[in-house]
């Protein structure tokens, strides 16, 4: 069974930084792309970034580009997404996810997924 655990959110003033965390086990870690979305209240749920299995390869959303970076540590079977400028509408829910596929950016194409970790962005 493929798990999901997302740490690393929290409370952050607009323009500092935040590390999201995603814990996950080896074979998910080296046979699956790996995904973050978020979604606010109210809001669809968007694309954030996508690692590939190589840990090379990357996606971003438009919203994101230039300010979140996803990487991956294989000795820890765990994705991170380091987020800086921070903007009040980043705030969400932001979730981790699996998918067997490569490129990927739309939630449908993501089989696993993580219970999610609220990031707020005050102002």
């Known amino acids: 069974q493929v798990q999901l655990v997302e740490s690393g959110g929290g409370l952050v003033q607009a323009g500092g930084s935040r590390r999201l965390s995603c814990a996950t086990s080896?074979?998910?870690?080296?046979?699956?792309?790996l995904g973050w979305f978020r979604q606010a209240p109210g809001k669809e749920r968007d694309f954030v970034a996508a690692?590939?299995?190589?840990?090379?390869?990357?996606r971003y959303g438009d919203s994101v580009k230039g300010r979140f970076t996803i990487s991956k540590d294989k000795a820890k079977n765990t994705m991170y997404l380091q987020m800086n400028s921070l903007k009040p509408g980043d705030t969400a829910v932001y979730s981790c996810?699996?998918?067997?596929?490569?490129?990927?950016?739309?939630?449908?194409?993501?089989?696993?997924w993580g219970q999610g970790t609220q990031v707020t962005v005050s102002s």
């Open positions: 080896g074979r998910t870690f080296s046979s699956y792309a």
């Open positions: 690692i590939g299995w190589d840990g090379i390869s990357t």
């Open positions: 996810a699996a998918s067997p596929y490569w490129p990927v950016s739309t939630a449908r194409e993501y089989t696993y």
